[in-house]
C-alpha cells in the first residue's frame, strides 16, 4: 500500500494498530547516497588482515555517510501470526518520505545526493521529485528538541539580543527620537497608537521600536504588523491568551511535521501523546470528515496503551547500514563507537533479525548467494509456512516492484518466516550463554500469541531467557526427502543451505514430540548448530520458530557485515558488557 502525505493522517492509526498487533516489522530503505569505498582507503591505506574494514572503521565509514545522505523512502511491513490457522498475513505499506521541513520550525536540514545512487534509483523507475512531492514529512527526536528550544527563546523576550545604535548612526538615532513621543502617552485599554512613517517602517525600523518600548516601558506591548508597529496597553488576560494560541500553532506544527517518525515511536514504545485524534477526520485524499471525536479519543487512548509497554521485533536485510541510517533520520547523533551505537540500537529493539546473517549462517559468507530476490524465489517454493497479503494491501499480491522500500519490506518478511520454519526443522541448538550469563539476564516477558513484539518492563530486557526452549504446539507437515530425486538447477548453483535441505513434498499433519526440538549437549562459550548436513530432516512446521525458543539465541541480534574483521555486528554483546 503507497502511502502519501495526503493520505497519512487517515492511515496513521490504522498502521499503528498494525504495528501493535503485528508478530514482527519487517523495514527496508532507499536512500540518497551510501559510503565511498574511496573515503575509507585515503583515511586506511594499510588496514591489515587481507586489507578487511574492522567493524569500528565500518561503523565510522557509514556514520559519515547516513550524516551526509538522506532516506528517500520507507518501507515497512507489518506481519500478524494467526496461531489457530497457521497463516501469516502480511501488511506491506510504502512511502516517500519528504525532507524539507516547516519554515516557521526555523531549523535546517542539509542533505546531499549521490551519482551514483540516483543513476541506481532511476534504473529502477525510482522518481526523484516524489519524496518532495508526495513524501511524508519527518521530524527526528533531536530536531524537535531544537525546534522547541528555538520556539522558547521566540517567547521569551528578555532572551531578544538589543540592537546596538551607534551615535553616528544618524538615520537611527533620528526615527528613534521622531518616533518616541507617539507612544508617551497610550490611550486607555482597548486602544493603540501605531508608529509608522509615510513610506512603512523596514525591518530594522521595526526592531528598534520594539527595542524601545520593551527596554524603557515595560507596561506597553507592541505588535508587529504590515508596515508598522502597533503599541498597546499591556493586558495579562490577553498576553496569556496570545501565547496559549501560538504555542498551540506551534505544536500543530511540530505534530505534523513528526509525520512518519511517529510509525517509528509506535515500533519502540515512545511517547504517543501528542497526536490529536481529531487530525485522524482526513480522507485519504486529504479531505477533512466528520468524525465522533469522543469514540475516536477512546480508541486511540487504548492503541496507545497497547504499544506503550512493547518493542517491535525488527527485521531486516543485510541491515547494519540501515539501522544506522535509521537512528541517524528518527533520533539524532550517531555516537561516535560501534559499541555505543549497538547499545543503544539494543535499547530500541530487544529484538532485531538480519535475514543476510540467517541466509550466510551455514555457508561460505564469501561465495553464498544471498540477495533477497535469489532468496524469495528459492523460498517461494515451498508451500508452507502459508503467507497472505491483507485484501487492503494488493499492490504486490501479483506484481513485483525490485528496490521500491515497500516491496523488498515485503520480500523481507517472507524470506524471515520460511528460511527460519526450515532452519529449525533442519538443526537443534544448545546453550547460548554462560552460567554467569543467565544469572545476570532478566528473563523477558513476551507479548501473548497473538500479538506481536516484546513488552517491556522498567529496563530493557534480553531477547529471550537463555534455559527456555519452549515450541509452541503447532500443526506440521512431515518432510520427505528422495535421495534418488535430482536436485533440480536454482539460482544456487553451488552447493547451499537450501541444496542441503533438498527438495521435498509436503503430507500428512502431526504434533512434533519433544524429542524432535530438544536441546543438544551443552558449550561452554555459545550456543552451536549440529550441522545440517547430518541434521535429520523430520518435519517443517507451518508456523516459523516462537520468540521464546532457543533458535534466536543463535540467529537473533547478530548482523551480517560482510569484508570486516569480525564479519558480524553481535547486538547482543551489549548484554554482556
Not at 5 to 28: E, G, T, Y
Not at 144 to 151: S, V
Request: hydrophobic residues 35%; contains cysteine.
Amino acid at each position: 500500500m503507497d502511502v502519501d502525505q495526503r493520505a497519512f493522517s487517515w492511515q496513521l492509526p490504522r498502521i499503528l494498530k498494525a504495528i501493535a498487533n503485528a508478530h514482527f516489522v519487517s523495514m527496508d530503505f532507499e536512500l540518497s547516497g551510501i559510503q565511498s569505498k574511496t573515503t575509507f582507503r585515503a583515511k586506511y591505506p594499510e588496514t591489515g588482515q587481507g586489507n578487511k574494514q574492522t567493524l569500528q572503521q565500518r561503523y565510522e565509514e557509514a556514520k559519515e555517510a547516513a550524516e551526509r545522505y538522506q532516506i528517500l523512502q520507507v518501507g515497512l511491513t507489518c506481519v500478524y501470526e494467526d496461531t489457530d490457522k497457521g497463516v501469516y498475513v502480511a501488511r506491506p505499506y510504502n512511502f516517500y518520505l519528504n525532507p524539507i521541513l516547516e519554515e516557521k520550525l526555523e531549523i535546517e536540514r542539509i542533505f546531499s545526493y549521490q551519482s551514483g545512487a540516483v543513476e541506481f534509483l532511476l534504473s529502477h523507475g525510482f522518481r526523484m521529485e516524489a519524496p518532495f512531492r508526495e513524501g511524508v514529512p519527518y521530524l527526528s527526536r533531536l530536531e524537535e528538541t531544537l525546534a522547541r528550544q528555538i520556539e522558547q527563546l521566540r517567547q521569551d523576550k528578555a532572551n531578544i539580543l538589543d540592537i546596538k545604535i551607534r551615535d553616528d548612526d544618524i538615520e537611527a538615532v533620528s526615527f528613534v527620537k521622531k518616533s518616541y513621543p507617539d507612544f508617551l502617552n497610550i490611550a486607555p485599554d482597548g486602544y493603540s497608537v501605531d508608529v509608522y512613517t509615510n513610506r512603512g517602517l523596514n525591518n530594522y525600523q521595526k526592531r528598534l521600536v520594539h527595542q524601545l518600548v520593551r527596554a524603557e516601558h515595560p507596561d506597553l506591548v507592541t505588535i508587529s504588523r504590515q508596515g508598522f508597529i502597533q503599541i498597546q496597553a499591556y493586558d495579562k488576560k490577553r498576553e496569556d491568551a496570545i501565547k496559549k494560541s501560538k504555542m498551540a500553532g506551534f505544536e500543530e506544527r511540530v505534530t505534523r511535521q513528526t509525520g512518519l517518525r511517529w510509525l517509528i515511536e509506535g515500533m519502540v514504545g515512545g511517547d504517543l501523546s501528542s497526536i490529536d485524534p481529531m487530525s485522524f477526520g482526513r480522507t485519504v485524499n486529504g479531505k477533512p470528515f466528520w468524525i465522533d471525536l469522543k469514540e475516536a479519543t477512546k480508541d486511540f487512548d487504548q492503541l496507545r496503551m497497547k504499544l506503550a509497554p512493547k518493542r517491535s521485533v525488527l527485521v531486516g536485510h543485510n541491515l547494519f547500514m540501515d539501522l544506522i541510517y535509521f537512528y541517524q533520520c528518527f533520533f539524532g547523533e550517531l555516537p561516535d563507537s560501534v559499541e555505543d551505537f549497538q547499545s543503544i540500537i539494543h535499547h530500541l529493539f530487544p529484538l532485531i533479525i538480519d535475514t543476510k546473517y540467517l541466509a550466510t549462517y551455514h555457508n561460505d559468507v564469501a561465495n553464498a548467494k544471498s540477495g533477497l530476490e535469489e532468496l524469495d524465489e528459492e523460498l517461494s517454493r515451498a508451500d508452507i509456512p502459508v503467507i497472505e497479503t491483507h485484501p487492503e494491501h494488493p499492490k504486490y499480491t501479483y506484481a513485483t516492484a525490485i528496490h521500491e522500500a515497500g516491496f523488498d519490506s515485503f520480500l523481507t518478511a517472507k524470506v524471515l518466516i520460511r528460511l527460519s520454519a526450515k532452519l529449525e526443522a533442519a538443526g537443534q541448538y544448545i546453550d547460548v550463554y554462560t552460567a554467569a550469563t543467565v544469572q545476570k539476564e532478566t528473563p523477558t516477558s513476551l507479548s501473548s500469541p497473538d500479538e506481536g513484539g516484546v513488552t517491556l518492563g522498567n529496563s530493557p530486557p534480553p531477547l529471550a531467557s537463555a534455559s527456555g526452549n519452549n515450541i509452541r504446539k503447532r500443526k506440521t507437515k512431515k518432510l520427505q526427502v528422495n535421495p534418488k530425486q535430482k536436485h533440480s538447477a536454482s539460482n544456487f548453483s553451488h552447493p547451499g543451505m537450501f541444496d542441503v535441505l533438498g527438495d521435498y513434498s509436503s503430507n500428512d499433519e502431526h504434533e512434533p514430540t519433544p524429542d524432535e526440538f530438544s536441546p543438544g549437549m551443552q558449550d561452554s562459550k555459545r550456543k552451536v548448530p549440529v550441522e545440517l548436513a547430518s541434521a535429520p530432516l523430520k518435519v517443517v512446521s507451518n508456523l516459523m520458530p516462537s520468540w521464546e525458543s532457543d533458535f534466536w539465541n543463535v540467529y537473533g541480534n547478530k548482523l551480517r557485515v560482510n569484508g570486516t574483521v569480525e564479519g558480524i555486528c553481535d547486538l547482543s554483546d551489549s548484554l554482556l558488557s
